[in-house]
């Protein structure tokens, strides 16, 4: 994991970790997860915005994929609750382009001056099903904190792509090719690590939360072969969104006392 996520993951479990440290001690202050559904919906609407996790191998146009920033958007039911302990599984849809960064020297185009510019394609779009455990920690009537842990299964169905890049009018070609795939196969298996907060308020739960998703098998690979550069050797490089992933979000839970005024 680069640095960029790493900041991310530490300062997230330190702030989480002096919560649980503050209400380790915490009594039953009617926080339940079977006293959190019995007011509110145990349907959620799920929003957030995830950081995709990439690598890179070095070559010749410096061509480099970037953090992939992706839209989530979803549904969760809470399936059942048994004291602190809630069980859920989710629907969520996944978009996202894929983008990347080219620096180009003149010398390899015979010309005095560099390129750079960043590109992408897309978008790209997946179906996430995640199934998680979750336990409750107790703060006070209206805040509870909770941690998460269950697999999640990953939906692609995406076709290659295949693209290039061709510098000035040249004969041979000059420049780079790149060819992208995803796996054999559409479903990819992985595993959610998740902290939140449970904030009641009178018209719904409020629960931000953010999930590290970790994944054996690489999402996505793109192989980039440069061409009959002047000066720099020709190369080829792979560069691969991992599958693992940071997801910042929120989940409102609708509280049930509006739909008893609807009917009233």
Not at 77 to 103: C, E, M, V
Not at 217 to 245: A, F, R
Request: hydrophobic content about 35%; aromatic content about 16%.
């Amino acid at each position: 994991m680069d640095k960029y996520f790493r900041g991310h993951v530490k300062k997230v479990t330190c702030f989480f970790a002096v919560l649980f440290i503050l209400n380790s001690n915490a009594q039953e202050i009617g926080f339940s997860a079977e006293q959190i559904y019995q007011d509110y919906s145990k349907f959620g609407l799920i929003v957030g915005m995830s950081l995709l996790y990439t690598e890179n191998e070095p070559n010749a146009v410096d061509y480099t994929y970037i953090t992939q920033k992706a839209f989530n958007l979803g549904i969760e039911y809470n399936i059942l609750q048994t004291h602190r302990f809630s069980f859920r599984t989710a629907f969520i849809y996944r978009t996202y382009d894929i983008k990347n960064t080219k620096y180009i020297k003149g010398q390899d185009f015979g010309e005095d001056f560099d390129v750079f510019f960043t590109s992408g394609v897309g978008p790209f779009k997946q179906f996430k099903v995640p199934l998680d455990a979750q336990y409750y920690f107790p703060i006070n009537k209206t805040l509870s904190s909770y941690v998460s842990v269950g697999p999640e299964f990953i939906i692609y169905p995406e076709d290659p792509t295949s693209g290039g890049l061709s510098i000035g009018n040249f004969d041979p070609f000059v420049g780079y090719t790149e060819e992208g795939n995803s796996k054999d196969g559409w479903l990819y298996v992985g595993a959610n690590l998740s902290l939140g907060l449970a904030i009641k308020t009178n018209i719904a739960l409020i629960k931000p939360f953010v999930t590290y998703h970790y994944q054996p098998e690489t999402l996505y690979t793109n192989v980039v072969t440069t061409q009959n550069l002047m000066v720099s050797e020709n190369t080829v490089s792979k560069h691969k969104i991992k599958g693992d992933y940071l997801l910042f979000g929120i989940i409102l839970n609708p509280a049930k006392s509006l739909y008893k005024k609807s009917k009233g």
